[in-house]
């Protein structure tokens, strides 16, 4: 898919640019750094945050490709591919990549794995151009890494999640995480990265994120901070930000 002037908009900051910049990444814009300095400003944490996720992922896609047996990954708001991305800690695995950024669709990838240029808000589209790629005879594991704050209603956000996992097999799994209202400090980098022209993040509860695993059956150690999910380290830093991998159970 070739990239045209209407598609890549650099004058506003974008969610995925702003994260690739804070991961260390070169496909930014001067927008998406204001907008990523802004939020450092008042939350350094955000710069970590965004290093401790990609650990999150690397720890959950390996549990599932090692210990599960899941050989199929749908990763929704994927963003800018920067290191260790999903299909490279699994690279025996088929892996669907969705988002709706321009850059992200247009990224070329090696192996078993492609984009899908789609808003996480019609999960029936995004199903449809997996099954192309997907067996949904076999389980799936669904991954939503940061992105859902970007939607403010509640009730959406779980909708979103149902809808996605609704159709596939029993032994598929969720993967999500996202910041949380924990301290002040983060909830007053949100309130920059809105002032800087960013698409406004809804930092939610970690009970609230609960209820997006309602009817699953939570991995040990359950809902936790990112940092605290099976981590390397024997004292794991703390994080605002929580997640989870979970198994949808036989009807």
Do not use: C
């Not at 669907?96 to 808003?119: C, H, K, Q, S, W």
């Amino acid at each position: 898919m070739a990239l045209s002037n209407e598609d890549l908009d650099t004058d506003f900051p974008h969610a995925a640019r702003i994260w690739n910049y804070w991961m260390g990444g070169t496909d930014n814009f001067p927008a998406d750094r204001a907008a990523g300095d802004a939020v450092a400003q008042v939350y350094p944490e955000i710069v970590r945050m965004a290093q401790y996720s990609r650990g999150f992922l690397i720890r959950a896609v390996r549990y599932l490709a090692e210990e599960a047996g899941i050989r199929q990954f749908l990763d929704i708001g994927t963003g800018l591919p920067v290191m260790q991305n999903t299909h490279q800690v699994a690279p025996d695995a088929k892996v669907v990549y969705v988002d709706i950024d321009p850059m992200v669709a247009d990224t070329p990838l090696e192996g078993a794995a492609t984009f899908v240029r789609a808003d996480y808000h019609d999960p029936e589209a995004i199903l449809a151009a997996a099954a192309e790629v997907l067996d949904f005879r076999q389980p799936i594991a669904v991954m939503f890494m940061g992105v859902l704050g970007y939607e403010p209603d509640d009730q959406v956000f779980r909708s979103i999640v149902s809808r996605t996992l609704a159709p596939l097999e029993a032994d598929s799994f969720l993967v999500l995480w996202d910041g949380t209202n924990t301290t002040p400090e983060v909830v007053e980098g949100a309130r920059r990265l809105a002032e800087s022209g960013g698409v406004p993040y809804v930092l939610r509860s970690p009970s609230v994120l609960a209820t997006a695993f309602d009817g699953l059956q939570l991995i040990d150690p359950g809902l936790v901070q990112i940092t605290h999910w099976r981590p390397e380290d024997t004292a794991p830093p703390a994080i605002e930000a929580y997640g989870a991998v979970a198994r949808k159970l036989p009807s």
